[in-house]
């Protein structure tokens, strides 16, 4: 694996303050203890990549960031400000955009339909006013080809998009509604080569544009060709935070996996988890 | 499915044949449907089916259905299941008939406040379906019997002990809002029509065809009201959102649970509005008014391309679905077949319906 990859790497940016700055938290469920103090915070224009096996608490704390979860113990930063969301709502407005894994979209409806599903534009004044279908169509056509899609039409079903692709206008329209931070939940995970990298350079693109992106992973050679910053998240706690070069992806797999055993097995498979 | 390449329009999408396009629609099926029975009724039956008393005569009980079945259709694409319809007609003429009969009351105080009634007992099966989380298809289920149950108890008690309410015709004879719920629209252009020699004419010069019957115009404004707000206002978006998926759509922020309520009261309404019409026309109200409606509607609604899953549908398609089964149901009587091969046909159009439905979407949606 290289450490150079084709994307550019947001680090002129580096010196700008958080867009969202997590510090200590900690969420309880009952006896359980999904997060026992994690800090983590994401700058404009970067993108942070959160790694951790199953399990390692990545879905709680991407719930509590966007809003579903109200952290036990903790402080949320917003732009400076302490901050508490009540509903994933108030984050979204806020400028938190979360794309999850089964990404709300609904294959029987038009890419448009899915685009602008509950925001939808409108024309005219009283009675008239209706769903502002030409330029809905205008926009997302536009959306699609600057994240490099092309779409056969806006009218074409979203059930007809491959993985990819549907992954991209989920993107599209966080980044097209004004998000500030993305945070992507393992965007990757059931994706081939292909699109997986056209997923990758869509994310290069999102960052390029100012936005923060929070990346979620458990698959280090994905992280690495797009992060900036890297932190792994093992048993509820996080590990540190490394810089792009400051680490291998050796340690960062083994960061992942709480150190030994992956180590041992990594010897018999020779490197090429 | 491959990713389209980054830049120029991808090379390995070949151009889409108008028909591929065409079948996509969800009205396609009833369309061809509705041609498929024109050709089947200009061979077999008497020609004076096409001809404008004929085609009034096939419409009018097509618009009764019709009504029902774009209420129905509403519903379906947002992904519930209406089975009270048919009750919910007898329940809402009882209701509209002790408010003109028993009370006296003008159309316009009656008929606003039987859409009323209608629509708060929509929203109470509605809230039960969304607060209970059952299937909508179990809950509408019973008030199909308590509804109807309600409407004979109801009848014995408006009535003192018959299940017929009589004297509707001349409650409102004379109110002002009548010619807007029942008779024919436009009398005196016909009979102009009829001086000019333009529409058939009894011996005497009155026009076979006085008009045309309200049910029909309301029908034709229903459908079209409808398709508008499906495909042209946001409402619409919600719709199809609601039913393809609703925790995607919540998640996106449509209002789903407000959503669905509101459809069940519309299709509460619609059953409202064919009571009413069909009230005044009768002039009487019984317990059996509305009976198996439920599963006309949702046979139109089915034929017209909507999915018994939800999120896929359109308000033309049940408008055309309903046009069938009225050609049908009275074509056959300009034939020479037993009319009760209607009920054969019935059947098998819904199990074609529901067989080119399932296809179609497997095209829409790309499954293989």
């Known amino acids: 694996m290289t450490q150079d990859t084709k994307f550019h790497h947001g680090d002129a940016t580096q010196n700008d303050s958080?867009?969202?700055?997590?510090?200590?938290i900690e969420k309880h469920f009952g006896n359980i203890i999904a997060l026992a103090g994690v800090s983590f915070d994401v700058r404009p224009g970067e993108c942070h990549c959160l790694l951790g096996d199953n399990g390692a608490g990545k879905s709680t704390f991407i719930k509590t960031m966007s809003g579903v979860h109200r952290p036990t113990k903790g402080e949320i930063l917003f732009e400076g400000k302490p901050l508490n969301f009540a509903t994933p709502r108030d984050a979204m407005e806020a400028g938190i955009a979360t794309v999850f894994q089964d990404l709300a979209m609904i294959p029987l409806m038009s890419v448009t339909r899915n685009f602008f599903m509950g925001r939808e534009p409108t024309t005219g004044r009283g009675l008239m006013k209706r769903f502002d279908v030409a330029k809905a169509n205008e926009v997302t056509i536009e959306a699609m080809r600057q994240?490099?899609?092309?779409l056969r039409g806006p009218d074409q079903a979203v059930g007809t998009l491959s993985g990819g692709e549907r992954q991209t206008v989920a993107i599209a329209r966080a980044v097209y509604f004004g998000a500030k931070v993305l945070i992507l939940d393992e965007p990757t995970s059931a994706l081939g080569v292909r699109q997986t990298s056209n997923?990758?350079?869509?994310?290069?693109?999102?960052?390029?544009?100012?936005?923060?992106?929070?990346?979620?992973?458990?698959?280090?050679?994905?992280?690495?060709?797009?992060g900036?910053?890297?932190?792994?998240?093992?048993?509820?706690?996080?590990?540190?935070?490394?810089?792009?070069?400051?680490?291998?992806?050796e340690e960062l797999q083994d960061l992942m996996a709480g150190g030994q055993e992956m180590a041992a097995l990594e010897g018999s498979l020779d490197g090429t988890i | 499915m491959n990713d389209t390449v980054q830049g120029a329009a991808d090379e390995r999408l070949k151009a889409e044949p108008l028909f591929a396009q065409l079948i996509k629609r969800p009205e396609l099926g009833a369309v061809a449907g509705v041609i498929l029975v024109v050709i089947f009724f200009s061979i077999t039956a008497d020609r004076s089916m096409f001809s404008l008393s004929g085609i009034i005569n096939f419409m009018t009980p097509a618009s009764q259905l019709g009504i029902l079945a774009i209420g129905a259709a509403l519903l379906m694409i947002g992904g519930e299941f209406d089975l009270s319809i048919g009750s919910m007609v007898a329940f809402s003429g009882l209701f509209f008939g002790v408010c003109a009969v028993t009370w006296h009351l003008p159309l316009v105080a009656a008929i606003p406040l039987t859409f009323i009634f209608a629509g708060a007992v929509g929203a109470l099966s509605g809230n039960l379906v969304i607060?209970?989380?059952?299937?909508?298809?179990?809950?509408?289920?019973?008030?199909?019997?308590?509804?109807?149950?309600?409407?004979?108890?109801?009848?014995?008690?408006?009535?003192?002990g018959s299940t017929q309410l009589r004297g509707v015709r001349e409650a409102v004879e004379n109110d002002w809002l009548a010619p807007v719920f029942s008779g024919d629209a436009f009398p005196g252009l016909f009979a102009k029509l009829a001086d000019m020699g333009l529409v058939a004419t009894f011996n005497n010069g009155t026009p076979k065809v006085p008009g045309i019957p309200v049910e029909i115009l309301w029908f034709v404004a229903i459908a079209l009201i409808a398709t508008y707000v499906l495909l042209r206002m946001p409402v619409g978006n919600w719709i199809f959102a609601a039913g393809g998926d609703r925790t995607a759509a919540s998640?996106?922020?449509?209002?789903?649970?407000?959503?669905?309520?509101?459809?069940?009261?519309?299709t509460a309404c619609c059953a409202a509005l064919v009571a009413i019409i069909t009230v005044m026309d009768a002039g009487s109200t019984d317990a059996r008014r509305g009976f198996q409606k439920e599963f006309e509607a949702i046979i139109a609604a089915v034929v017209g391309g909507c999915l018994l899953t939800g999120g896929y549908g359109s308000a033309?398609?049940?408008?055309?679905?309903?046009?069938?089964?009225?050609?049908?149901?009275?074509?056959l009587t300009y034939t020479n077949?037993?009319?009760d091969w209607f009920q054969v046909f019935l059947g098998g159009m819904l199990l074609i319906a529901v067989m080119f439905n399932n296809a179609i979407r497997k095209r829409v949606t790309g499954e293989r």
């Open chain 2, 131 to 160: 607060r209970s989380g059952l299937p909508s298809f179990i809950v509408t289920l019973a008030f199909l019997f308590i509804l109807r149950g309600l409407s004979l108890v109801g009848l014995k008690w408006a009535t003192g």
């Open chain 1, 147 to 150: 994240m490099g899609i092309n």
């Open chain 1, 18 to 24: 958080p867009i969202v700055e997590m510090k200590n």
């Open chain 2, 337 to 339: 077949f037993d009319q």
């Open chain 2, 316 to 331: 033309i398609g049940a408008f055309f679905g309903s046009i069938i089964f009225g050609m049908v149901v009275i074509g």
């Open chain 2, 251 to 266: 998640n996106s922020g449509v209002p789903v649970n407000k959503v669905k309520v509101s459809l069940f009261m519309l």
């Open chain 1, 199 to 226: 997923v990758l350079a869509t994310i290069d693109r999102v960052r390029k544009q100012g936005i923060g992106v929070v990346f979620i992973s458990h698959n280090v050679r994905h992280a690495l060709a797009v």
């Open chain 1, 228 to 249: 900036d910053r890297f932190t792994v998240l093992n048993r509820g706690k996080t590990l540190g935070t490394a810089k792009r070069g400051e680490i291998t992806p």
